[in-house]
């Protein structure tokens, strides 16, 4: 069964360090999303992409994070520089008509 | 935007007894709703979902029902088991790739 990739599985870093995950989406999927879930919080998105547009990043901290989907299949996030208040574990999804599957998630701890 | 709301935040039943979990969302142009599974440590895993053109579903012990008029939906689970227990998520969004919201979350604890 196909599934939702993503690296690493878990990141500690340091604040003021830039860290990066990768997700590579199921194959076919054109629309892809990376969500942020603070511990004992619901999923929150922060950018969304059909194919290699974004289509809403209204969510996402434009002056700490990137994302890109530079061919329109795997996706990178960034993180520069981290802040204590990102630690939380970054979920990405892709999506078929009416379903939207998500990845292991990347546990990202700032220290 | 959407905004997804759910209730309670925790629910604590007796083994086999039902549970029940309540969403309430903002934008009626929003016609997906699914329900999400989410155990300690791992990806939410979807278990049900329900479309705007249905009022109710079922699936085994689970089954969710859709109110439009009042824009709330519910998940209930019947002849619950431990098994059951995990934090539940609802979502509301439009179909086909379009972006979820998400409900603050339910953690569900069945006691033996």
């Known amino acids: 069964e196909a599934e939702v990739a993503q690296s690493p599985r878990y990141k500690i870093t340091e604040k003021s360090q830039a860290v990066a995950f990768w997700c590579d989406p199921i194959?076919?999927?054109?629309?892809l999303y990376w969500y942020r879930q603070i511990l004992g919080q619901g999923p929150e998105l922060l950018v969304q992409?059909?194919?290699?547009?974004?289509?809403?990043d209204s969510q996402l901290p434009k002056d700490r994070f990137s994302a890109e989907r530079l061919k329109g299949v795997d996706s990178t996030l960034k993180i520069q520089p981290a802040e204590l208040g990102d630690s939380a574990m970054y979920l990405c999804a892709s999506s078929a008509p009416g379903f939207v599957y998500f990845g292991p998630g990347t546990r990202l701890t700032v220290l | 935007g959407e905004n997804v709301e759910q209730h309670p935040s925790t629910l604590s039943v007796q083994e086999g007894d039902s549970a029940v979990i309540k969403c309430t969302y903002s934008d009626s142009a929003s016609n997906y709703f699914p329900w999400y599974k989410q155990e300690l440590g791992k990806r939410p895993q979807l278990i049900i979902d329900?479309?705007?053109?249905?009022g109710e579903k079922k699936d085994q012990r689970i089954a969710v029902t859709l109110n439009k008029t009042a824009k709330h939906f519910s998940l209930h689970i019947t002849e619950t088991q431990p098994e059951d227990s995990a934090v539940y998520f609802c979502a509301g969004g439009g179909a086909a790739g379009n972006k979820l919201t998400f409900g603050g979350g339910t953690r569900v604890l069945v006691k033996p």
């Open positions: 329900i479309r705007s053109n249905v």
């Open positions: 992409f059909q194919d290699e547009s974004v289509v809403d």
């Open positions: 194959s076919g999927h054109a629309t």
